[in-house]
């Protein structure tokens, strides 16, 4: 279980993972680019694969990037321990973002990201 933990921790680099929350600040707060979240139940499908994507789409929230809702990433998220004991290392979801449906893919350390950059996580660092 410690190579799934490593293997889905995000950077501590990267934004909204738990150091960038650490050293968030009110100031830097109110400058941050927040992801637009999508309503939940926008998540149609999704699938494990076995390719580990490098890109900076499948591995940090972008700018402008629209995130699925918290409800839909717990979904995925209770399943990706064991798919990682089968060999799976990202996830490929199909959303209904309006105004269109777009096919993601997703490392499986940007999935840890998602839970921590949605408003209620937000609002509870600054608290």
Known sequence: MNEYKSYSSPLHSAAYSPQFFSNLTFCGAADLDYPCIALAGSLLSYRFVDDVPSDS????????????????????????AEAFLSGKRTVVAHFSFDPSNVHRKYHFSKMSLLPASTYDRLTKSLA
């Not at 990037?65 to 990706?80: C, F, G, N, Q």
Request: charged letters at 20%; aromatic letters at 0%.
């Open 57 to 80: 789409a499948s591995t940090m929230i972008l700018h402008g990037e629209t995130i699925p809702h918290l409800d839909d990433v717990v979904a995925i998220s209770r399943e990706m």
